[in-house]
């Protein structure tokens, strides 16, 4: 049987609830017709453990913090209900906000709420910095139910009057503690400023530091929690640190790409002019690259 997302039961302690919440099917989970045949289209018969655990109490409009690693099917554990409700209700404005931290999530989330939503009516767009505003602002005028986007580009429109979020009624705050990570908390909370008091909020996490737990308590509260599994790295990643000096960090990475067994990496630096350098380098050894 084909899952959302794969994912093995989680241990210490959480296997019988896995269990038991995996005999569930979507039918089970009085979702729209509509949905039901996008998920049985798309081979999904049977909920992951984020979102059996997760569906039912976002269906019935409660604020929820859901706990899992990446991988896990959380995405659709939030469009899921995002549509269901956007499938009740009257259109008008933007109803629904995701708010992600990469342009790179945010178009993974948009693609899912696309093919699970065919057929329901319901417009969506991916707003997001590094390309231009004219082709998002032509999309926002035409009218969109949901809007899926990244903190900066958000607060641009929104400064520009191309958004309005006066209609909201389901925020997602995806990937929190990454964005966090990433510094965008100043800007979530002026975000959350120009939305509705009276909404429902879902926010998904790895892991939940203390100023996230600030914010739950603040812009989610009563919020139900759930939590799949251990918060700890993916059990089918092996993972290494290497504590170097700056001025070695360039020699070991190359000396790991000649021993690298695989056919693809990918290397993160902290800026363009790092990622151009290291490329001439890297290519100047025999590799295929780009950055």
Sequence with gaps: VKTAASAAPPSSGYTDRWLQRNLLNFSELALHPTLLANLRDQGFERPTPIQAESIPPALAGKNLVGLAQT???KTAAFVLPILQRL????PGGVRALIVTPTRELAEQVNATVVSLGRGMGLRSAVIYGGVGMIPQERALRAG???VVACPGRLLDHMGRGTVRLDRVEILVLDEADRMFDMGFLPAIRRILQAL?????????SATLAPELRELVASAAPEAVTVQIGQVRPAHTIAHALYPVPNHHKTGLLLELLRHANTGSVLIFTRTKHRANRLLQLIVREGH????
């Design 144 to 146: 969109v139910d949901i």
């Design 87 to 90: 499938s009740a209700g009257r």
């Design 71 to 73: 991988g896990t099917g």
């Design 288 to 291: 295929s690259a780009a950055a």
């Design 196 to 204: 509705p008091a009276k909404r429902q909020t879902m926010l998904f």
